[in-house]
């Protein structure tokens, strides 16, 4: 189910649509003053693609708003990654003036990536952390949630016209941001020799690709080095126009599902040669296991919370009626929930509907082999009674020999047959002048 896509389908609109920046900017009372702090700022591709995504959402629903972008760390500015709109350059700051900038706006976003054993974060008033969890999905607002929603951020078309090779259509795109085992090399070896695909390599981290690459031509397979940093635009360009895409990390398998279902996501069961080529050959019908990835309609319904959170601490309506607040959010949950059971109900149905397309090509490819089969079985039928007719015509041949002997015998066989009828003949005319002496004596 393809949603509506933020700032509309223009091929001409700018890739982040960001007029809300500038509309209404003067008026204080209508514009949403936002500050969003990047404090998971690690130089990956993907954090800052969820980030730009998660903005131009805002952006897109809470037109007009004013975000002034805030960083812990200095790694998307050294990979020259500026989004478009940015009406002022994002601002390096320090931990602790996190809770200093929150009370300067009406909002704060938050990009926040704790590990397993960071305490628990600061509450700050007016300050929003993401990861999020829905209170009516249960579903976090993180990295992968966002992008699925690339396609809404980066349209289809978009995607088209910023992809960095015209090998893409006929290539796999091997993600090396987490380890490919042999065994799954080999298996992508296997498939990529016997459909004649390119295979190309991601690497969006520091991981060395040359081991990767050779494996690959080592098994004669033909492999492309695109030899230069991609944009996180040219990077979303490939993964879209790709033939299929194989990563171990779920969210370059998040951004690839928005917008094609050809993923192979290697998640830790790729260990032996028949889960890999399972998940591969998968991949290749289009039936990618999605099902441990949220949605888009769920991503957005998550999202929408953090939206309305958002419009809430704008406009503080938490302290003015606490009791209205209650009621709308029971509504949106009780609204989420059968959105929910739709957008389930609907994804058991493709599901279903993609197993049925497996079931019949299996089918139909059984159809065609047993086919097949019986085709050689007729021609070796066929050439069997061939045989045994030429062996039967030679049997009666020397059958006939051995019973009329040689050539030179032929006339002898031929008189004694007409000897035989003569004989005959004539024991017919005696019987005649028997009868005809009797009747003659009887009379006289």
């Given amino acids: 189910m393809e949603s509506q896509t933020p700032g509309g389908e223009l091929d001409d609109a700018p890739l982040n649509s960001t007029d809300g920046n500038l509309a209404d900017s003067t008026n204080v009372v209508n514009t949403i003053n936002l500050r969003f702090i990047n404090e998971c700022d690690d130089g990956e591709i993907t954090t800052w693609i969820a980030a730009e995504i998660l903005k131009s959402e805002i952006q897109w629903r809470l037109s007009p708003v004013r ?62 952390r993401l990861p999020w969890t829905s209170q009516s999905l249960e579903k976090k607002v993180d990295q992968e949630t966002l992008l699925r929603l690339a396609s809404r951020w980066l349209t289809p078309n978009r995607a088209q016209q910023l992809n960095p090779t015209v090998l893409a259509e006929t290539a796999i795109v091997v993600d090396l941001s987490r380890e490919i085992n042999e065994v799954t090399s080999r298996e992508i070896a296997r498939y990529a020799r016997s459909e004649n695909l390119t295979v190309i390599a991601l690497s969006t981290s520091d991981l060395n690709e040359e081991v990767f690459l050779e494996r690959m031509q080592s098994k004669g397979v033909l492999t492309e080095r695109l030899g230069l940093l991609l944009s996180p635009q040219q990077t979303i360009g490939l993964l879209a ?21 050809r993923v192979a996501y290697l998640n830790g069961t790729s260990g032996t040669s028949e889960q890999s080529q399972q998940i591969i050959q998968a991949a290749s019908f289009a039936t990618a296991d999605q099902r441990i990835f949220d949605t888009a309609e769920n991503a957005l319904d998550a999202l ?46 493709r599901l279903l509907g993609a197993k049925t397309a497996n079931d019949l090509r299996k089918e139909v490819k059984g159809l065609v082999e047993q086919r097949d089969l019986a085709d050689l079985e007729v021609k070796r039928l066929q050439t069997n009674l061939e045989s045994q007719t030429n062996h039967l015509n030679h049997l009666e041949i020397r059958i006939a020999d051995y019973d009329q002997g040689p050539v030179s015998r032929t006339r002898s066989a031929r008189l004694k047959a007409v000897l035989a009828v003569v004989e005959n003949e004539i024991v017919i005319i005696v019987n005649k002048l028997r009868l005809y002496a009797k009747s003659w004596l009887r009379n006289n």
């Fill in 67 to 128: 975000i002034k972008n805030f960083s812990t760390n200095s790694a998307f500015l050294e990979f020259g990654w500026i989004s478009d709109g940015d009406i002022e350059p994002t601002e390096i700051i320090t931990s602790d003036l996190i809770k200093q900038k929150s009370h300067e706006a009406d909002a704060t976003i938050s990009f926040y990536s704790p590990g397993p054993t960071t305490e628990k974060s600061e509450e700050i008033d007016g300050l929003i």
């Fill in 241 to 261: 126009k790709s033939s299929m895409v194989i990563s171990a990390n779920p969210q370059i398998a998040s951004l690839a599902l928005s917008y094609h279902p």
């Fill in 304 to 349: 929408a919370e953090v939206v309305e959170s958002v419009a809430l601490i704008r406009f503080e309506i938490k302290n003015k009626d606490q009791h209205e607040i209650y009621t709308i959010v029971n509504e949106r949950k009780n609204e989420s929930r059968a959105r929910h059971l739709l957008s389930a109900r609907l994804e058991k149905e």
